[in-house]
């Protein structure tokens, strides 16, 4: 079957070193693999290699990556054959430690050099004394020596492990076999199974390996289909510990009698805690997980100490991971949706794991209106940026050709030729040919649903227990978790598993706990029943400038209008909780507001030490913060869209037993006209996370940037032409790369008294840091203009109009920037336009015109003005 892994280098997690922030994931189907190195600071050229080795399909999980000081070597089992392969070290890679370039060349750039089949690390296993049948369990590792070492079930319930020698020295391949008959009897006699101290029997057989390396000695661990865990030693090649994991779990005899063959094994290692083992029981219909920790006595006897028992209903596992704390686990529920959860095994004594929000598929149907082109429409969804994997449409157009000349031109004749085949004329009307439009792209998007599902779902778990990075590794793909905020994960959780006061108190008052899980609650309650239609209503007045809480009134009236399961009554009745409404909701603003009162700092950047010049900096790291803003704006907007249509409601009630009096005022006046704002925001920034930005040739940037050089903006100084090179990005991203991220990094890492050299990277930290000084500089309400400037330094004019629309009618901050970024647009697309000039319309003191001019005579002013303003 398909399966998938990942690799982590040792010093991934240091800022100085040359691996930082740096993985390599792998992937396989039949006798083929997919290796690809990612990175998030730098772009890494020849990162991906296919690899097929004719006849011989891999093992699940047969791809080991190891690290030594020159090389990264990676170890290859197939069903017939091993392989080695040595490819140079990324620290042997570049002259210097230090990476300054934002490209550098991955470690497979040249794997095509290598002979797969090379007599010294290549060997066919041999068929005797015999392999374990169907056996997709497998391990391999380095010896301290250089050796290459794989390990592989045998049919008799031991342990085949086949040597190659180092790559530099003559040597032949040994085989030797780990047998229950190594067992030292003195001390194991009396307690052990009589099957257990002779030859094992098929029962014994391995299903789950993992090898864990000393300094002069490795410890294999075996996970066999009698449920007992089996430890060897393989310097000594003898069996160390036997234990029978069934004495952990609840026990019935048909499960005992039962070969345990979904059973799973994984190993964390912690220098200060020691070697941890995470076993996963499989049983028909549950599951659980054992958590252990191995215990060395004086007298080297080794001995398991139980830790944790955490239950599952989950149907499938598909993956699980293990760290000295957590276990994250990837399951496949009964509607073969993807399922991803994990706990603290220490703290968490109730059992209760937290819930992963996977991203959900794309809608199965795309509304289109009577009034609005169907191929205009479907593109527009096919090609919205994080919606489809450029892998789904691509299958989805081969098995599709027509679709080709459907895409790329509007009047094609072979799709004309696919609809006549549906008319009994050679005309039809505009009505019929609508309708067959509408028909042939829901086929063709129903293709590219089917494929966008295939590949999606994952096969793996990968966490970097350097980092603690966890992602999910697809065919061809990878996904990366994140850490959700408080008030997303209110709002996006179950009501069934909403965090009570008896779990945990969201705030240190428990009274306002207790209200803001019940005001998420009716607003869940809300989203749950607003139509399609009801949320279009939303969408188009916030596009059409319209105001929202008319809006929200509107959908509130065709909510009550069609409620026919009171829900009404129930969201009245949970309004009834609430001791405080009006305080609850002021809080929830407050939480998602990223209004800052000071400018950001607009001055020359800090000098960046060159370790940190690309942390960060990689197209990868743009779409995973940027993805993360998007999918954080888009929770928010529906919240705050709930959220108005709740406060509509409690103006319509006026009920003073639900209000406290005198606050129906307050609640209209300042709540309602917080909340607005806050939804435009965030509609306004998703907007900006969906609008891709327009590939500038060079020298027009570099033009473009002289002109605005004479307008002696304190900002443009910064930007750089470039060329897009890694393909189509958001203009939040083309924000993110080219100005907001020197602002972050520079802000998170250049502090006084920061030791860099002792500093480590931990994802859920910093991802969680970046975002959160991401947005601010995103916020259109703040002091800071770097988004809009970055745009029009960027050659950005049609996505800055666009901009500049949605945000003048509301927002009343940077109106002068605004105006004057605006006519610059006019000047630069060659608009005609009339602007009025009220006072000063530029924030600069030192603008010159860049073309025919006149003088703006504000008082005190006198700044030379383009013609365009006239």
């Avoid at 209903?313 to 598909?318: A, F, G, M, P, R």
């Avoid at 799709?415 to 008319?423: A, K, L, N, T």
């Avoid at 969201?506 to 019940?518: A, K, P, T």
């Avoid at 509609?683 to 002289?706: G, K, M, Y």
Wanted: aromatic content about 8%.
């Amino acid at each position: 079957s398909d399966s998938a892994g990942g690799f982590c280098y040792q010093e991934s997690a240091q800022l100085g070193a040359a691996t930082r922030n740096r993985w390599v994931r792998w992937s396989t189907s039949g006798d083929t693999v997919e290796l690809v190195e990612e990175s998030l600071d730098v772009n890494l050229l020849n990162n991906a290699v296919r690899l097929r080795i004719q006849g011989c399909p891999f093992l699940p999980g047969g791809i080991h990556l190891c690290e030594v000081q020159s090389h990264l070597v990676v170890l290859l089992l197939t069903a017939q054959t091993v392989h080695r392969l040595l490819l140079p070290h990324p620290a042997r890679l570049y002259r210097s430690e230090l990476i300054t370039e934002s490209q550098v060349q991955s470690v497979f750039t040249d794997i095509s050099k290598i002979h797969i089949r090379d007599p010294s690390n290549y060997y066919v296993i041999p068929s005797v004394p015999g392999l374990a049948p169907n056996s997709v369990a497998s391990a391999a590792w380095l010896s301290s020596e250089g050796e290459a070492l794989f390990a592989l079930p045998s049919a008799s319930g031991g342990i085949f492990v086949l040597k190659l020698p180092p790559p530099d020295v003559q040597g032949s391949v040994s085989v030797v076999e780990l047998k229950q008959s190594s067992v030292v009897q003195r001390f194991l006699t009396g307690w052990m199974p009589t099957a257990i101290r002779g030859d094992g029997g098929p029962s014994d057989v391995p299903v789950s390996l993992s090898v864990h390396c000393l300094d002069h000695d490795a410890v294999l661990f075996a996970l066999c289909q009698d449920h007992k865990l089996r430890m060897w030693s393989y310097k000594d090649q003898m069996c160390l510990m036997v234990a029978d994991l069934l004495e952990f779990m609840p026990v019935s005899r048909d499960l005992r009698l039962a070969a345990g063959t979904g059973h799973r094994l994984r190993l964390a290692f912690s220098q200060s805690l020691g070697l941890y083992l995470g076993v996963y029981m499989h049983a028909p219909k549950r599951g659980q997980f054992c958590v252990f920790q191995l215990v060395t006595t004086e007298s080297n006897r080794y001995s398991l100490d139980h830790i944790s028992s955490l239950f599952s209903s989950q149907e499938t596992l598909v993956d699980f991971a293990l760290t000295s704390a957590e276990i994250w686990a990837l399951w496949h529920n009964e509607e073969n949706q993807t399922v991803v959860k994990y706990i603290n095994f220490e703290q968490n004594v109730a059992g209760q794991w937290n819930q992963v929000f996977v991203q959900p598929l794309p809608e199965e149907e795309v509304t289109v209106r009577q009034d609005q082109d169907p191929r205009e429409i479907y593109l527009e969804y096919l090609f919205m940026p994080g919606r489809f994997t450029n892998a789904a449409i691509q299958k989805a157009l081969q098995v599709n050709e027509r679709a080709w000349d459907a895409l790329f031109s509007s009047s094609s004749w072979p799709f004309r030729c696919e609809f006549q085949g549906s008319v009994t004329e050679y005309e039809c009307s505009p009505e019929e040919f609508w309708q067959l439009q509408v028909e042939f792209w829901s086929k063709f998007y129903a293709c590219c649903l089917q494929y966008q599902e295939a590949l999606s779902r994952p096969l793996a778990l990968h966490l970097n227990p350097y980092t603690s990075m966890v992602c999910l590794l697809k065919k061809g793909s990878m996904s990366f978790l994140v850490p959700c905020s408080l008030v997303d994960h209110l709002y996006l959780l179950s009501n069934e598993h909403l965090l009570t006061e008896d779990d945990a108190a969201i705030f240190e008052d428990l009274e306002m706990s207790r209200d803001v899980v019940c005001l998420v609650q009716c607003l869940r309650l809300i989203g749950e029943s607003i139509s399609m239609e009801m949320a279009f209503i939303m969408e188009m007045a916030c596009s059409r400038l319209q105001p929202p809480e008319k809006a929200a009134e509107q959908i509130l009236e065709d909510l009550i209008a069609n409620d026919t399961e009171n829900v009404m009554e129930d969201i009245h009745s949970k309004l009834q909780e609430i001791r405080n409404p009006i305080h609850a909701i002021g809080l929830l603003i407050r939480e998602m507001d990223y209004e800052t009162d000071a400018e950001m700092e607009r001055g020359p950047h800090l000098a960046l030490r060159m370790s940190l010049s690309q942390l960060f900096g990689s197209t990868t790291a743009g779409n995973v913060v940027c993805g993360g803003v998007a999918k954080i704006c888009t929770v928010r907007f529906l919240l705050c869209r709930d959220l108005l249509i709740l406060q509509q409601l409690l103006l319509r009630l006026g009920d003073p037993m639900v209000l406290g009096g005198g606050q129906l005022f307050q609640s209209q006046q300042d709540l309602l006209h917080r909340t607005s704002p806050l939804l435009l925001s965030y509609f306004l920034i998703r907007w900006a996370s969906q609008c891709l930005a327009s590939d500038v040739p060079l020298d027009t940037l570099e033009s473009n940037l002289q002109h605005l050089s004479v307008l002696e903006l304190a900002d443009t100084t910064a930007l750089t032409p470039h060329k897009l090179v890694s393909g189509p990005q958001t203009i939040v991203e083309l924000f993110f790369q080219e100005v907001a991220r020197k602002h972050i990094i520079s802000r998170l890492f250049l502090q006084p008294n920061t030791s860099l050299a002792e500093t480590s990277l931990n994802w859920p930290h910093l991802i969680t840091s970046i975002v959160a000084d991401f947005l601010p500089l995103l916020w259109p309400s703040n002091p800071s203009f770097l988004f809009p400037e970055c745009l029009m330094g960027s050659c950005q004019y049609t996505q800055l109009q666009e901009y500049i629309r949605l945000l003048q009618p509301w927002c009343h901050v940077n109106m002068g920037s605004c105006c004057f970024m605006m006519g610059r647009c006019y000047l630069v697309m060659g608009e005609g336009q009339f602007l009025v000039v009220k006072g000063c319309l530029c924030p600069w003191k030192s603008c010159v015109g860049i073309s025919s001019a006149c003088i703006c005579h504000s008082p005190g002013c006198g700044i030379r003005l383009s013609s365009v303003f006239q």
